[in-house]
């Protein structure tokens, strides 16, 4: 039982302690705590270092890495929420530098070769980091053997036994559409589901006419009395569906030939009785082809209405409560298991609070040509939502462009130049100079304010991203605030409509760009929390025209952090947070801060791919370093303030890679 959110448990050896060696340690945890990626915490005399370990998914997981030749004790915290856990550890055996590169070149040849050229030119620290980065991620082509070294059987006498009273669980309905040509996966199903440890369950089969045919149904006598299967016809209403189920009970809509693991209901309702408050649940899926390759993993974000209604994410692996589905409009049956609707098309109007995101596998699609036409269909239709839920159809809203410059007239000049496509006559820029001396930046000054829309504010003085963008901020006449690096070019007029519109939302509070380098590649496409080690822009360097995880990239989306080298605001939004911390964090994190505050109030943080821009990124100021002191400083604030945020950023799953830039698998 853990009494706060970070239990701490010591590992003994029977042996020394492995100080300064590499160490292999695999250890379990139950289906039932809610999946958290591990502390290791090294405790040294100066302190400790602590490490993420992969987060156990499917029940299992392993973590290979250096411990620090000073240390002296080492913890690991399993779970990041107070209340009953399971955990044990397999294994924990300091490893060979021989067995280290074989297992390093098993995974990725390349960076393990590049990882021992460091080491033998003493580039130690770079030569681990390459090595941890190698055993810390994994492409997702290879998810069938990743999937089998993180697999164990589900055991509710053991580590999975029940939290809960079974007996007392909701019961779950699962509703699958059958014809005559598909009774087969109605056998396979009912099957399967009887080798569910969880023994609350039926299956309501909805079939376009009724009585099937006369053939069928003697084999399915047992089902039918047992109450194990009821039938229905497609044309009947939801409340014949509902009509023998509490309103605490759960309803799920699957393909006839989906599958659930032996632990997906007992998982569902544990989860379900866990949050009594919520009403709609949904888990992650995969698929398998036709070799029994485990394939296609669809580790889904937390809650993100926006996401939703651009993409439907949440896909299979849905389950809603009694009550809450029958306030819907559904007059027959057939909607819900139609292939162009279903249950994710009720999402629309749901609360906040009423999800709740299972982060486990908990379906196994097949995959067969009649589904994959339907993922395209609804990434078309997320398009389509993504043009409407940006149309402006009152006045806009007037926005003040802020962009803090020293010199560099060049680049500045680019920047307005390319502004003043998006400019309506109510918008104004405010150029914020932190002291520029050169000649050529005060004729370009004296150029631009010509133009009412522009204004200059001086502010001389060490460079504080923070202050002056604050300062800019008291003096902004505009509602939406864009705060804008000199060394960003838009290539067209149209990426500011994006930003004012999901700015303007009353849920909404930052919101990004879509930021290229000049080479045409992503530079941002949204931070992740933790990415390597603090926070980082997840697939920056990948093509433009990547579609990206769950074809994220293709429209907005919810996300927990956005650059501030192209950021919208409501003006409001950021008074009532204070805007930029300008005492710690005069240059770094100060965006990531701020959205994470804003986040606290309840305002989402939204990316837009519809506003296209090229960053020159750090071209004005150069690039800080980690040996920099005010750079050491900053980090280590952030780690302070946000310590918790790594193991769970709700935008990004927590059994994929805070080691890789491109999107990958823990």
Known sequence: MAKTATPWLRLRFADCLPAGRWISLAYRASFFDPLARPIIRFVTPGGHDDRLAPAPLFGRATWIGPVPHDTQEILISPVNTAGPFGFEVDDCRPITRATLVTKALSRHPGRTLEAIALRCIGRRREAHRQLTITFGSTAFENYHAWRAERWRDFDPAGLDAPRTDWSQGPHVRIVVSVDDQHIAHLHALLDQLAQQPYPQWSVAAVAPTLPMPARHMADFDTAISSGRLRLFDANANVAALCSDLSGEDLIGVIDGSDRLPAYALAVLAEHAMRHAAASVFYGDDEAIDARGRYIDPRLKPDWSPTF????????SALFVRRRWLAQRDVPRLGMLTDDDSGLGELLADVSVDDVEHIRRVILTRAIHPKRDTIHRTERSAGRSDNRRSNDLSTKRPRATIIIPSKDRADLLSACVRSLNMALTPDDEVVIVD?????????????????????????????FNFSFLCNEAAREARGTILVFLNNDVTARDGAWLEPLRSWASHSDIGAVGANLLYPSGRLQHGGVVIGLGGVAGHIDSGT?????GYLQRRLVPHEVAAVTAACLAVEKRKFDAVDGFDAENLPVELND?????????????????PQSVLVHHESASRGRSTPDDERYTREWAFFRRRWGSCPRGDFAFHTALSLMSIRTALE
């Open 308 to 315: 939703q209604a651009a993409a439907r994410y949440v896909g």
């Open 434 to 462: 932190n002291g520029s001396v050169e000649a050529k930046t005060q004729r370009l000054y004296e150029a631009l304010t010509t133009d009412d829309r522009y204004r200059l504010i001086h502010r001389p003085g060490p």
């Open 543 to 547: 093509p433009a025209d990547d579609p």
């Open 592 to 608: 990531i801060d701020l959205c994470l505050r804003l986040a606290e109030r309840r305002w989402r943080t939204i990316f837009t």
